[in-house]
C-alpha cells in the first residue's frame, strides 16, 4: 500500500499563505516590489488611453465639434464610481483633467 505525505498531495501555497509564513519583512518587501510593477503598468495605461485620448479630442475638433464631450466624461465619472465607491469620481476627475486638461 503507497500513501503519500500530506505536503505532497496539498495545493500550492497562495500568496497569504506564503506572506503568513515569511517574516514580516520579506512579506513587506515582496509587497512593495508587486506595488512598484502595478504602478509601472498603471502609469503605462493612464499614458497609453491620453494618447488615445489626444486623438479622439484632435478628431472631434478637426470635424467641427467641441474638444470636450460632457456626457460621456459623466459616464466615464460613473463607471469608476460604480467600480471603486465615492473614492472612485475624484480618481475619475483626474483621469480626466489629465487626458484633456483642464476645462
Same mark, same amino acid.
Given at each position: 500500500? #503507497?500513501? #503519500? %505525505?500530506?505536503?505532497? #498531495?496539498?495545493?500550492?501555497?497562495?500568496? *497569504?499563505?506564503?506572506?503568513? #509564513?515569511?517574516?514580516?519583512?520579506?512579506? /513587506?518587501?515582496?509587497?512593495?516590489? +508587486? /506595488?512598484?510593477? $502595478?504602478?509601472?503598468?498603471? /502609469?503605462?495605461?493612464?499614458? *497609453?488611453?491620453?494618447?488615445? %485620448?489626444?486623438?479622439?479630442?484632435?478628431? +472631434? /475638433?478637426? %470635424?467641427?465639434?467641441?474638444?470636450?464631450?460632457? %456626457? +460621456?466624461?459623466? *459616464?466615464?465619472? @460613473?463607471?469608476?464610481?460604480?467600480? !471603486? @465607491? +465615492?473614492?472612485?469620481?475624484? $480618481?475619475?476627475?483626474? !483621469?480626466?483633467? $489629465?487626458?484633456?486638461?483642464?476645462?
Amino acid at each position: 500500500m #503507497t500513501t #503519500t %505525505s500530506p505536503a505532497a #498531495t496539498a495545493a500550492p501555497e497562495t500568496p *497569504e499563505a506564503t506572506a503568513a #509564513t515569511a517574516a514580516p519583512e520579506e512579506t /513587506i518587501a515582496g509587497a512593495r516590489e +508587486r /506595488i512598484d510593477v $502595478l504602478d509601472d503598468r498603471i /502609469i503605462g495605461l493612464i499614458q *497609453e488611453r491620453m494618447a488615445v %485620448s489626444a486623438v479622439v479630442q484632435q478628431t +472631434r /475638433i478637426a %470635424s467641427g465639434g467641441r474638444r470636450v464631450h460632457l %456626457s +460621456r466624461e459623466m *459616464e466615464i465619472l @460613473g463607471r469608476y464610481r460604480e467600480a !471603486l @465607491g +465615492r473614492p472612485g469620481t475624484p $480618481l475619475a476627475m483626474t !483621469l480626466l483633467e $489629465l487626458c484633456r486638461g483642464r476645462i
